[in-house]
């Protein structure tokens, strides 16, 4: 004869009574987050006016602020901002990107900051601490070691070699075509991404 297996009552695990903590965020009217892209930490972002926040795009506000100006895009994973607290985490630290600066698929950005009309192209990488200056272009895959200070209007490219972009530090014009096309580009994609902003509100 067979005995019956006791049966076992299970009880309802009790669901977690820690709180979601969001992200302190500023965010313009005007800019654009995706649904899939990424804010964490406890530290305030600031998105500007006209941004545009790609999905899989990260933003680490774990260790300092973020401000980003009016006019930025930052593509799909790519990642601004430092993961984790630092002994020199505090309000007073940010790092910020400037006005029409373009942050590339899969880029990193931990630098102090990132002046008007700068591209971080595909990959690329810049380090903690460093500062970029005006109208600058990293090249893909290229990299600004932590702390770096680059020149306005400087090409990082072929392993780290660098040169002047003459033709943008000499001409104003070409400088405001530059800041016009980044402001169709960001209305343009604009368009195209659902915004899920309110997510973090």
């Not at 009217?29 to 998105?47: H, L, Q």
């Not at 002046?115 to 192209?121: L, N």
Request: charged share 25%; with cysteine.
């Amino acid at each position: 004869m067979t005995s019956k297996p006791a049966s076992v009552t299970r009880r309802p695990q009790p669901a977690s009574t820690l709180p979601v903590v969001k992200t302190p965020c500023q965010i313009h009217p005007t800019a654009i987050i995706a649904d899939k892209a990424r804010i964490s930490g406890s530290y305030t972002v600031e998105i500007g006016e006209n941004v545009v926040i790609h999905p899989y795009a990260e933003l680490r506000a774990e260790a300092c602020r973020i401000v980003i100006g009016r006019n930025t895009s930052i593509s799909e994973r790519a990642v601004v901002g430092l993961s984790g607290e630092t002994e020199t985490s505090n309000e007073d630290r940010a790092i910020v990107l400037g006005e029409g600066v373009n942050v590339e698929t899969g880029a990193v950005v931990e630098a102090h900051s990132i002046d008007d009309g700068t591209t971080v192209d595909v990959k690329a990488r810049v380090g903690r601490g460093a500062a970029v200056g005006k109208y600058c272009k990293i090249g893909p895959v290229e990299e600004v070691m932590a702390g770096e200070e680059i020149e306005d209007f400087t090409v990082v490219h072929s392993n780290g070699q660098r040169r002047v972009d003459t033709t943008l530090k000499e001409h104003a014009e070409m400088r405001d075509a530059k800041m016009a096309g980044q402001e169709k580009t960001v209305e343009l994609m604009r368009r195209l991404i659902p915004n899920a902003a309110s997510k973090w509100l």
